[in-house]
């Protein structure tokens, strides 16, 4: 997937540091008028934590033999609905956005995987399952149908969570 750069929020370290000094600013002034999307945020981090045993469990079976690493050609990155839950759910900020300039890597893509956490890391690296997993998964119906179920469900809170944000900053 080629992306312009333009596209890419925050990609500078200055960008980076204003928008979650920005973010952070504004959900503590409307702390009260936030407890719904914060409240959200906790089921969204609540539906992931119950998926990353499969997850991790899925890249055991298929990472360590992979010939063509996702991670290191993934033109992904966090966009405001992950920023809105890492501040909302109080998961560490990663340092930096994913990558900065068009063609570069993921910066947390290690020799032996992901270097961020999975809480932090953008809800697509989550929900991306790949042919290799795929194929597992669906030799197994009903764990395949929970986890689709499962992203669902954290699709349609991510929307909710914003929405309540922007009920909640412009109420
Ligand atoms: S998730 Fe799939 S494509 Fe990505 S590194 Fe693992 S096996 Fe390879
Ligand atoms: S954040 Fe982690 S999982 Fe996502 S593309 Fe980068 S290295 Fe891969």
Redesign the pocket.
Same mark, same amino acid.
């Given at each position: 997937m080629q992306t312009p750069e333009a596209v890419i929020p925050w990609h500078t370290p200055s960008l980076w540091n204003e928008a979650n000094a920005a973010l952070a600013h504004l959900l503590d002034h409307r702390r009260p008028a936030l407890q719904a999307a914060r409240r959200l945020a906790d089921q969204i981090r609540g539906r992931l934590a119950s998926l990353f045993p499969l997850m991790v469990d899925l890249c055991h079976a298929t990472c360590p033999t992979c010939s063509d690493i996702c !991670?290191q050609h &993934?033109c992904?990155w966090i966009d405001f609905k992950d920023l809105l839950f890492l501040h909302l759910a109080a998961v560490p900020l990663p340092e930096r956005q +994913?990558r900065e300039n068009r063609g570069d890597r !993921?910066r947390? &893509?290690a020799p032996h995987g !992901?270097s +961020?956490g999975r809480l932090q890391?953008?809800f697509v !690296?989550t929900w991306y399952l790949c042919p290799a997993q795929t194929r597992i998964l669906r030799e197994h119906p009903a764990p395949w149908h929970q986890t689709q179920t499962c992203l669902q469900h954290i699709k349609q809170l991510r929307r909710q969570m914003e929405n309540a944000f922007i009920q909640a900053i412009t109420g």
């Open positions: !991670c &993934a992904v +994913l !993921c947390y &893509a !992901c +961020l890391r953008p !690296c």
